[in-house]
């Protein structure tokens, strides 16, 4: 079926680990998402959108072809399958490096040696490129999962990813090199783009999606300051644009309003507190749309 037969928006949201971070932030951006034990086709509450659930592997392959419009999947897979897609946001959930790890006892001076190796990976296309730009005389291996377990039997290094590197050091691996980073990402075909109905439905899903995360890295913080004060504390806010000020009664001081970075705050109130800021409240922001 082509992308352009009718305007129904295809959605398709991945199976397994990424799949609770994306539903939860879908539900913050007020899409719920309906699921039932063993249904692959949830609802969601936007209008003309069909959704499916599927790997991350295959939602890439789906979104190439074109028989999905919009899909969550990792960077790291698009890579690997060099599909052609427009990429919308970047969730962050997720986050892994594509590495090259091999047993310490094989290493020498820290490298791979020049003698021929087996280098195991289910990325066959990122890994034989990275084979080839090392120099490295290798015979490539394609796993199906536990990648890991490869070495010292049946590899001598792997290509895998990894959010710690806990289960590497586990088998008794060490990093030799990184490949590339990803996360979870939102990508569309690009042809989907072209009809005016779904570019609108997608436009509105990565906006309330960014609303979200922004949300996630800011908080709204409030207080009271004196209007002697308050030129020195609204220097000091990292604020999007300009804050909020409104006169308290009497008119000798004023409630300020800013949404600031949430990483920003252990040294932010201080330096409000110490310029004049009173009052301090600060509280959780769901969605922002600048």
């Not at 490096?97 to 310490?104: E, M, N, R, T």
């Not at 604020?239 to 990483?263: H, N, Q, W, Y």
Request: net charge neutral; hydrophobic share 45%; proline share 6%.
């Amino acid at each position: 079926m082509s992308i352009l037969d009718g305007t129904t928006l295809r959605l398709a949201l991945p199976k397994g680990r990424m799949q609770q971070g994306v539903v939860a932030l879908l539900e913050e951006a007020g899409i719920s998402v309906r699921l039932s034990d063993r249904g692959y086709r949830p609802n969601v509450n936007l209008p003309n959108t069909t959704t499916k659930i599927l790997k991350p592997q295959n939602i890439i392959e789906m979104l190439h072809l074109g028989s999905r419009d919009v899909g969550f999947a990792g960077a790291d897979w698009v890579s690997e399958l060099e599909a052609k897609l427009v990429l919308l946001c970047d969730t962050g959930l997720d986050p892994v490096q594509i590495v090259a790890a091999a047993p310490k006892a094989l290493l020498v001076d820290g490298a791979l040696p020049t003698r021929r190796i087996v280098v195991a990976s289910e990325y066959e296309r990122l890994t034989r490129s990275w084979i080839a730009d090392s120099g490295l005389d290798a015979t490539f291996v394609r796993s199906y999962g536990a990648t890991e377990v490869f070495p010292p039997e049946d590899a001598d290094c792997i290509v895998d990813n990894t959010a710690t590197g806990s289960t590497l050091r586990e088998n008794g691996l060490t990093i030799v090199g990184e490949l590339l980073r990803s996360s979870t990402r939102l990508y569309a075909n690009p042809r989907s783009l072209d009809v005016p109905e779904k570019r609108a439905t997608i436009e509105g899903l990565v906006l309330v999606v960014n609303s979200v995360l922004e949300a996630r890295k800011r908080v709204m913080l409030e207080l009271n300051v004196s209007a002697e004060a308050l030129a020195h504390v609204i220097e000091a806010l990292p604020c999007m644009r300009e804050p909020t000020i409104s006169p308290l009664s009497g008119g000798a001081a004023f409630a300020v309003k800013a949404a600031v970075p949430r990483d920003a705050l252990p040294t932010l109130i201080p330096k409000l507190k110490a310029r004049g800021g009173t009052d301090i409240v600060v509280s959780k922001l769901t969605q922002i749309v600048a």
